[in-house]
């Protein structure tokens, strides 16, 4: 079974810091596109960052110059700098994984990462 494991998530302040990190096991082809979503209640599920095999990354405005996406191909393990956390950061925080083989693409996700900025 493909699995997603998430780590880093918890409590902070507003601007801290956290470090999400995912390693994406099983998969049967390489994860060219990995990153990370989040959801509040009554949102839809959007987009943070992610980042290609070749690195080539992509942001959410809101989170352009606070937050940065890196990975290890090696490990299959992405990564997610959070900086200047704000209160508007928190959500469930989930990571993303896209494989593409035999014609199609393939999407997993994890089962998500609470993140709470509060005073």
């Known amino acids: 079974q493909v699995q997603l494991v998430e780590s880093g998530g918890g409590l902070v302040q507003p601007g801290e810091s956290l470090r999400l990190s995912c390693a994406a096991s099983?998969?049967?082809?390489?994860?060219?596109?990995m990153g990370w979503y989040r959801q509040a209640p009554g949102k839809e599920r959007e987009l943070v960052a992610d980042?290609?095999?070749?690195?080539?990354?992509t942001y959410a405005d809101s989170v352009k110059g606070r937050f940065v996406i890196s990975r290890d191909n090696a490990k299959n393990t992405v990564y997610l700098q959070m900086n200047s956390l704000k209160t508007d950061d928190t959500d469930v925080y989930y990571c993303?994984?896209?494989?593409?083989?035999?014609?199609?693409?393939?999407?997993?996700w994890g089962q998500g990462t609470q993140v709470t900025v509060s005073s």
């Open positions: 980042i290609t095999s070749s690195g080539s990354t």
């Open positions: 099983g998969s049967i082809f390489s994860t060219n596109i």
């Open positions: 993303n994984a896209k494989s593409y083989g035999l014609g199609r693409w393939y999407e997993y």
